[in-house]
Protein backbone atom coordinates (compact mmCIF):
# COMPACT_ATOMS: atom_id res chain seq x y z
CA UNK A 1 0.00 0.00 0.00
CA UNK A 2 2.96 2.20 0.45
CA UNK A 3 3.75 1.50 -2.80
CA UNK A 4 0.48 3.31 -3.87
CA UNK A 5 0.78 6.57 -1.77
CA UNK A 6 4.25 7.32 -3.65
CA UNK A 7 4.10 10.66 -5.23
CA UNK A 8 7.09 9.35 -6.97
CA UNK A 9 5.76 6.37 -8.38
CA UNK A 10 3.25 4.70 -9.89
CA UNK A 11 0.14 6.11 -11.24
CA UNK A 12 1.05 9.43 -9.78
CA UNK A 13 3.90 10.25 -11.70
CA UNK A 14 1.54 9.73 -15.04
CA UNK A 15 -0.87 11.71 -13.00
CA UNK A 16 1.84 14.48 -12.29
CA UNK A 17 3.22 14.83 -15.91
CA UNK A 18 -1.25 15.06 -17.27
CA UNK A 19 -1.38 17.81 -15.10
CA UNK A 20 1.48 19.00 -16.66
CA UNK A 21 1.19 18.32 -20.33
CA UNK A 22 -1.98 19.79 -20.16
CA UNK A 23 -1.21 23.07 -17.70
CA UNK A 24 1.46 24.05 -19.63
CA UNK A 25 -0.22 23.96 -23.00
CA UNK A 26 -3.15 26.14 -21.57
CA UNK A 27 -0.84 28.61 -19.96
CA UNK A 28 0.98 28.64 -23.26
CA UNK A 29 -2.17 29.65 -25.33
CA UNK A 30 -3.20 32.12 -23.17
CA UNK A 31 0.40 33.33 -23.31
CA UNK A 32 0.01 33.68 -26.92
CA UNK A 33 -2.98 35.61 -27.06
CA UNK A 34 -1.15 38.66 -27.63
CA UNK A 35 0.88 37.38 -30.55
CA UNK A 36 3.88 39.29 -30.15
CA UNK A 37 4.94 36.97 -27.17
CA UNK A 38 4.45 33.88 -28.75
CA UNK A 39 8.00 33.96 -29.46
CA UNK A 40 9.05 34.14 -25.47
CA UNK A 41 5.99 31.41 -24.41
CA UNK A 42 7.29 28.73 -26.94
CA UNK A 43 10.92 29.21 -25.94
CA UNK A 44 9.40 28.54 -22.67
CA UNK A 45 7.44 25.57 -23.35
CA UNK A 46 9.91 23.82 -25.30
CA UNK A 47 12.60 24.67 -22.29
CA UNK A 48 9.66 23.73 -19.51
CA UNK A 49 8.85 20.34 -21.75
CA UNK A 50 12.74 19.27 -21.63
CA UNK A 51 13.17 20.05 -18.14
CA UNK A 52 10.31 19.14 -16.06
CA UNK A 53 8.36 16.54 -18.51
CA UNK A 54 11.19 14.50 -19.96
CA UNK A 55 13.59 15.55 -17.11
CA UNK A 56 11.00 14.68 -14.47
CA UNK A 57 12.36 18.04 -12.67
CA UNK A 58 9.42 19.54 -10.45
CA UNK A 59 8.21 23.07 -9.93
CA UNK A 60 6.80 22.66 -14.00
CA UNK A 61 5.11 25.86 -13.81
CA UNK A 62 7.62 28.43 -11.81
CA UNK A 63 10.18 26.83 -14.24
CA UNK A 64 7.89 27.87 -17.14
CA UNK A 65 7.54 31.47 -16.14
CA UNK A 66 11.43 32.16 -15.01
CA UNK A 67 12.24 30.95 -18.42
CA UNK A 68 9.37 33.23 -20.50
CA UNK A 69 10.91 36.00 -18.43
CA UNK A 70 14.84 35.48 -19.30
CA UNK A 71 13.81 34.85 -23.06
CA UNK A 72 11.32 37.82 -23.05
CA UNK A 73 13.23 40.66 -24.97
CA UNK A 74 14.45 38.46 -27.36
CA UNK A 75 11.80 35.96 -27.86
CA UNK A 76 9.74 39.54 -28.64
CA UNK A 77 12.06 40.58 -31.10
CA UNK A 78 12.53 37.48 -32.49
CA UNK A 79 8.18 37.19 -32.68
CA UNK A 80 8.61 40.92 -34.33
CA UNK A 81 10.68 40.41 -37.06
CA UNK A 82 9.06 36.17 -37.61
CA UNK A 83 5.43 37.66 -37.74
CA UNK A 84 5.87 40.09 -41.46
CA UNK A 85 7.02 36.85 -42.89
CA UNK A 86 4.87 34.46 -42.18
CA UNK A 87 2.15 36.72 -42.85
CA UNK A 88 3.98 37.09 -46.51
CA UNK A 89 4.66 33.28 -47.07
CA UNK A 90 0.66 32.45 -45.83
CA UNK A 91 -0.17 34.43 -48.01
CA UNK A 92 1.03 33.40 -50.85
CA UNK A 93 0.37 30.01 -49.87
CA UNK A 94 -3.38 30.81 -50.28
CA UNK A 95 -2.53 32.78 -53.51
CA UNK A 96 -0.77 29.45 -54.98
CA UNK A 97 -3.83 27.57 -53.31
CA UNK A 98 -6.25 29.22 -55.18
CA UNK A 99 -5.25 29.56 -58.73
CA UNK A 100 -3.62 25.64 -58.24
CA UNK A 101 -7.05 24.24 -57.46
CA UNK A 102 -8.72 25.86 -59.67
CA UNK A 103 -6.53 26.16 -62.79
CA UNK A 104 -5.01 22.97 -63.01
CA UNK A 105 -1.96 22.64 -65.08
CA UNK A 106 1.41 24.22 -64.93
CA UNK A 107 -0.35 26.41 -62.05
CA UNK A 108 -0.70 22.71 -59.60
CA UNK A 109 2.68 21.55 -59.81
CA UNK A 110 3.77 25.01 -59.12
CA UNK A 111 1.33 25.27 -56.29
CA UNK A 112 2.75 21.43 -55.15
CA UNK A 113 6.39 22.93 -55.61
CA UNK A 114 6.05 25.65 -53.22
CA UNK A 115 5.22 23.32 -50.36
CA UNK A 116 9.10 22.07 -50.98
CA UNK A 117 10.18 25.85 -51.16
CA UNK A 118 8.13 26.42 -47.91
CA UNK A 119 10.34 24.07 -46.17
CA UNK A 120 13.17 26.05 -45.80
CA UNK A 121 11.44 29.10 -43.74
CA UNK A 122 8.92 26.72 -42.05
CA UNK A 123 12.28 24.83 -40.86
CA UNK A 124 13.77 27.74 -39.73
CA UNK A 125 10.64 28.78 -37.56
CA UNK A 126 10.72 25.11 -36.23
CA UNK A 127 14.50 25.51 -34.55
CA UNK A 128 13.96 28.97 -33.03
CA UNK A 129 12.34 28.55 -30.07
CA UNK A 130 13.76 25.38 -29.14
CA UNK A 131 17.04 26.89 -29.73
CA UNK A 132 16.00 29.85 -27.60
CA UNK A 133 14.61 28.08 -25.07
CA UNK A 134 18.10 25.77 -24.45
CA UNK A 135 20.86 28.18 -25.13
CA UNK A 136 21.20 32.50 -24.95
CA UNK A 137 21.30 34.18 -28.43
CA UNK A 138 20.91 36.93 -30.25
CA UNK A 139 18.16 37.62 -32.23
CA UNK A 140 20.60 37.45 -35.71
CA UNK A 141 23.09 34.71 -34.26
CA UNK A 142 19.96 33.30 -33.48
CA UNK A 143 17.75 33.55 -36.73
CA UNK A 144 21.63 32.52 -38.44
CA UNK A 145 21.95 29.45 -35.99
CA UNK A 146 18.66 28.20 -37.05
CA UNK A 147 19.12 28.47 -40.63
CA UNK A 148 22.40 26.33 -40.29
CA UNK A 149 20.74 23.83 -38.13
CA UNK A 150 17.55 23.50 -41.35
CA UNK A 151 19.93 22.65 -43.63
CA UNK A 152 22.42 20.78 -41.54
CA UNK A 153 19.43 18.34 -40.68
CA UNK A 154 16.96 18.72 -42.98
CA UNK A 155 15.50 14.96 -42.26
CA UNK A 156 14.67 15.96 -38.82
CA UNK A 157 13.73 19.33 -40.13
CA UNK A 158 11.18 17.96 -42.33
CA UNK A 159 9.50 15.72 -39.39
CA UNK A 160 9.47 18.82 -37.34
CA UNK A 161 7.64 21.03 -39.80
CA UNK A 162 5.21 18.66 -40.81
CA UNK A 163 4.26 17.24 -36.46
CA UNK A 164 3.84 21.33 -36.28
CA UNK A 165 1.82 21.81 -38.66
CA UNK A 166 -0.50 18.46 -38.16
CA UNK A 167 -1.04 19.88 -34.71
CA UNK A 168 -1.61 23.40 -36.02
CA UNK A 169 -4.78 22.01 -38.55
CA UNK A 170 -6.13 19.99 -35.68
CA UNK A 171 -6.10 22.31 -33.07
CA UNK A 172 -7.74 24.89 -35.27
CA UNK A 173 -10.23 22.32 -36.70
CA UNK A 174 -11.36 20.98 -33.04
CA UNK A 175 -10.72 23.14 -30.08
CA UNK A 176 -9.92 20.27 -27.42
CA UNK A 177 -7.00 19.37 -28.78
CA UNK A 178 -5.39 22.50 -27.80
CA UNK A 179 -5.85 21.27 -24.20
CA UNK A 180 -2.91 18.83 -24.29
CA UNK A 181 -1.28 19.34 -28.22
CA UNK A 182 1.03 21.82 -27.35
CA UNK A 183 2.82 20.38 -25.09
CA UNK A 184 2.93 17.02 -26.15
CA UNK A 185 4.22 17.72 -29.79
CA UNK A 186 6.64 20.26 -28.01
CA UNK A 187 7.72 16.66 -26.20
CA UNK A 188 7.94 14.78 -29.70
CA UNK A 189 9.75 17.70 -31.02
CA UNK A 190 12.38 17.87 -28.58
CA UNK A 191 13.24 13.65 -29.43
CA UNK A 192 15.02 15.36 -32.52
CA UNK A 193 16.27 18.53 -31.32
CA UNK A 194 17.77 17.53 -28.26
CA UNK A 195 19.55 14.70 -29.79
CA UNK A 196 21.16 17.27 -32.27
CA UNK A 197 21.54 19.57 -29.64
CA UNK A 198 23.84 17.49 -27.48
CA UNK A 199 26.03 16.70 -30.35
CA UNK A 200 27.40 20.71 -30.35
CA UNK A 201 26.69 20.82 -26.56
CA UNK A 202 27.74 17.30 -24.85
CA UNK A 203 26.73 18.89 -21.25
CA UNK A 204 22.72 18.94 -22.46
CA UNK A 205 23.11 15.12 -22.41
CA UNK A 206 21.00 13.46 -19.49
CA UNK A 207 23.59 12.90 -16.83
CA UNK A 208 23.16 9.31 -17.21
CA UNK A 209 24.67 9.37 -20.16
CA UNK A 210 27.28 11.96 -19.40
CA UNK A 211 28.23 9.10 -16.65
CA UNK A 212 28.93 6.68 -19.46
Known amino acids: MG ?4 PEKGIWVWLSTLVDVCGLSIVWIFLCMPVV ?8 LYYTAVK ?3 GRESGAFGCYFRSFRANFKTGLWTTLAVLPAAALLLGLHHI ?5 TRAGGVLYVLYIAQYFVLMLPAGV ?3 LCPLLGRFEYGVRDLFGTA ?8 PSTVVMVLLTAQTAVLCLQYWWPALFMPAVTTLLVSLFTERVFQKYAPELAPEEDLDE
Open 52 to 54: CVR
Open 147 to 154: LRLTVLHL
Open 37 to 44: TAGPATAA
Open 96 to 100: ARWYG
Open 125 to 127: LCW
Open 3 to 6: EFFN
